[in-house]
Structures are given as C-alpha cells and as structure tokens.
C-alpha cells in the first residue's frame, strides 16, 4: 500500500469513531490554543489585506470567519488559518518542524460550519488532521525543513484530513484527498528570511488547499496515489529518501495531539529556550537589565537561520530575532505583543541590550533538533560574574507543558482585547463543553 492509502484505511469512518476521553480532552486544548493565536491574528496588516482583496467571498455562503462574519467555506478556511499563524502564538509538533493547528482547524472549521457538523465531529476531524500531517512531517525530515515551510507544505494533508473526516469521506476517496492536497503544497522558508509579511500565508493556503481537496475528492476527483512515496512524488523531490514504510505504524495507539507544543511567548519558537534560559538566570540572581555586560547565546542551527535577523526595523523582523527577543525579554520580563509595537521596538534599553548579544550554534545542541529544542545561556555581569544556564526544553513543550489554566489564561489575555471580557468567557466554556456541543463556534 501506498502512504496515502496507509492515511486513507486509518481514516476511513474516522468521523464516527470513539476517541480516547484523554485524546478528546488535548484536542479541545488545542482548538482552545488555536482561538488563543486567531483573534489576535485578525489585527494584523496580512490579514485586513486579505479579507480586503476576498471582499467578494465575504457576507455570503455557509461558512463564517472566526469574528462572526459569514463567508465562503474556502474564504473561511483562507483567512482564519492565515490570522492563526499571523500574530505567531500557534502550536507546533516538535518532531514534525510544523504548526498543525492554523492550517488544519480553520480547514475542520469551515468543513464544519458547511456541512452543520456536531462539536465531536468537528474535534474528530481535528483529531485526524493532526495524526496524519504530524507523520508526514516527520518523515520528511530536517531535509524539507532546510527549504520548506512546513505549515505551508504538511499543513495542506492536515486541513485535508480533517476536513474528509468532516465531509465524511470513504477510504477511496479520502486517499484521493491527500492526493491532491500534495499537488496543492507549498511553502518557501525563503518568504521570511526578509522583512515580509507573506508568511502567514503559507497556513492560510494550506487550509484553503486541503479543504478544497477534500471538496474535490468528495465528487469524485482523483489523483496519483503514489504521490508521496512515488520515485517522482512528494518525498522524492521535497525531501532527501524519505522513508515512508512504517508511516502508520503507530496510528491509533500513539496520538501526536497529546503532545503538542504551545507558545508560551509571543514570536518565533526557536528563541524560546534560549528566552526561558535567560530568564531563568535574571530570576535565579534577582538581575536588572542593567547589571548585565554580554550575553552569549548557543542553540541549534535553524534557530539561526530562522531567527536570525540581527538588528530588526519592523514587528516582522523582531518575531524572528533571537537577539532581540531576549533582550525584550531580559529588559521587560516577558514578551507578548507589546513587545513587537513601535515603542517596544525603539526601547532604547533593548536596543541597548541587543548589541551585546551574540549567538552561535552548538554542534550537540543542534544535533539533538528536532527532538530537542535547547539552547545555552552565558551571562557576563558588570560586578565581574560569569552566569551560565543550559536551557534543555522550552516552556510549553510536551516535557514542561502549559496547563489547561495556562491555556485558559492565554485565550483570555490574546481574545479578550478582540471580542470583550464576557465573549471570550463564554468562547471559553463552549471550547471545554465542545464533545457535547450541537456546533463548534
């Protein structure tokens, strides 16, 4: 059997199938997550452009943007996953380089407002989308990450899936789905490596592409089965022999959506050890920003390459610059979404701070990724200390994981200023009571 159809066996009758009540519960902690990222999202240049240029798709059709406003299905499942991934505060899977949730829960959303879908449909669909993505990323490996965005590439088979099991679809024509959700998969890691704006695109696609997918397959459109694991397929060209022969070998038995990853800071993943680790040493040794001479970063690779803007003049340079998200860090205890607004980017004491912070990559600390995200922390003090801290996991990672009320006060803090104190309450409790909820919200 060909991987698509190894997804397609798993995932057939997947939208009437029982779950685990401990699987349920991390799938509504990560719709939970996801309307956390998407509401601040929504006030984000990306996005207002977008829902400008999609006017047309907007105030009709069966669908409806997260802030209420109908729309087409595929303008629903565009928009709300490019607000989910804009403002960075969605989850990833760690082993997979990828964030799930943007892509493949506005995917089920739209698939669900459509089609009049129960809550437990709705988190089924989830469910799948990030049992079978998360595995396709894992298997393409760090070879597709070095050039690839893999919330534009995987999250296409994520919004797929999720959005077949939502539609209901067969084996046959579920397979075809992520057939031609292959075709649809994009993504350049290039697209951020500058001041752009582009990058929340690639999640917002990746759920357009997938739930049009599965629309397609729904009546009867078809694609080249092999598509993944062909000699000229998916893995072949966007990876380096990937090796697809035990790629559901743990589905079922092992749930990835139990072990997610959720942003405890605002901004790129990959300098939130080394954020935790400078923080941990300015807790530690009661420090003000002021008492600090240098500070050396060490961490894997792709933080580098990804975080690496040095100097940044925008809020999109600054959520992908390790440099300066520690020292907003360091200078101002934490960094959410004031961090990235024009005051906090002139602060003259981060600024102050960010020119004596140096960064490299440390061959065993990069050797470990993607399984481990670390990074090593070495503070020189005014008074003449040298502090130093290995940072080995981030705050919010399946080993050191935000709780349920972390994730409650991450919904309130991000959708409270979009949707007021009493709307974001009750968002709140619908999101807990969603296995026994006529429709998702």
């Known amino acids: 059997m060909h991987a698509t159809q190894v997804f397609a066996r798993y995932g057939a009758g997947f939208s009437e199938r029982e779950l685990p009540a401990k699987v349920l519960h991390h799938a509504k902690r990560a719709v939970i997550d996801w309307h956390a990222a998407v509401h601040p999202g929504f006030d984000t240049p990306s996005v207002r452009l977008l829902r400008k240029v999609l006017r047309d798709d907007l105030n009709r059709g069966a669908a409806?943007?997260?802030t209420g406003q109908p729309a087409t299905a595929r303008a629903a499942a565009l928009i709300n996953g490019t607000a989910a991934h804009a403002a960075e505060l969605d989850d990833s899977f760690r082993d997979?380089?990828?964030?799930?949730g943007a892509a493949t829960i506005a995917a089920a959303l739209a698939a669900a407002h459509s089609t009049g879908a129960t809550g437990r449909a709705f988190l089924r669909g989830v469910v799948l989308g990030y049992e079978i993505s998360t595995r396709i990323g894992v298997v393409l490996g760090r070879d597709h990450y070095r050039f690839w965005h893999n919330t534009g590439t995987v999250g296409c088979f994520g919004a797929a899936a999720a959005a077949g099991a939502i539609l209901r679809l067969r084996e046959?024509?579920?397979?075809?789905?992520?057939?031609?959700?292959?075709t649809f998969a994009a993504g350049l890691q290039q697209a951020f490596r500058m001041d752009a704006a582009a990058k929340p695109l690639h999640a917002g696609r990746a759920a357009e592409a997938g739930l049009l997918a599965a629309q397609l397959a729904a009546d009867g459109m078809t694609g080249s089965l092999d598509v993944l694991d062909g000699d000229a397929g998916f893995g072949a060209a966007m990876s380096h022999a990937p090796d697809w022969s035990t790629v559901g070998a743990t589905l079922g038995s092992d749930f990835h959506i139990t072990r997610l990853t959720f942003k405890n800071h605002v901004g790129c993943g990959h300098a939130f050890p080394a954020i935790d680790g400078a923080l941990e040493l300015k807790n530690r040794h009661g420090l003000q920003a002021a008492d600090i001479g240098s500070v050396r970063i060490a961490t894997y690779q792709p933080a580098l390459d990804i975080a690496g803007h040095a100097s940044p003049t925008s809020a999109d340079e600054a959520r992908f610059s390790l440099?300066?998200?520690v020292a907003s860090a360091l200078v101002h205890g934490s960094v959410r979404l004031a961090?990235?607004?024009?005051?906090?980017?002139?602060?003259?004491a981060t600024r102050d701070l960010l020119e004596r912070i140096t960064v490299a990559a440390d061959p065993e600390l990069d050797a470990a990724f993607p399984g481990q995200r670390a990074a090593r922390v070495d503070m020189h003090l005014r008074d003449g200390r040298h502090l130093t801290h290995l940072q080995p996991m981030r705050k919010g990672d399946p080993e050191w994981p935000l709780t349920d009320a972390d994730l409650e006060n991450k919904l309130l803090e991000f959708a409270t200023p979009a949707i007021g104190n009493d709307a974001a309450h009750r968002l709140l409790a619908h999101l807990w009571a969603l296995d026994e909820s006529t429709a998702p919200p």
């Open 64 to 66: 409806r943007l997260v």
């Open 323 to 325: 440099r300066y998200m």
């Open 339 to 348: 961090a990235y607004e024009p005051p906090r980017l002139k602060d003259p």
């Open 172 to 182: 046959a024509p579920l397979a075809h789905a992520l057939t031609l959700a292959a």
């Open 96 to 100: 997979a380089m990828y964030h799930p």
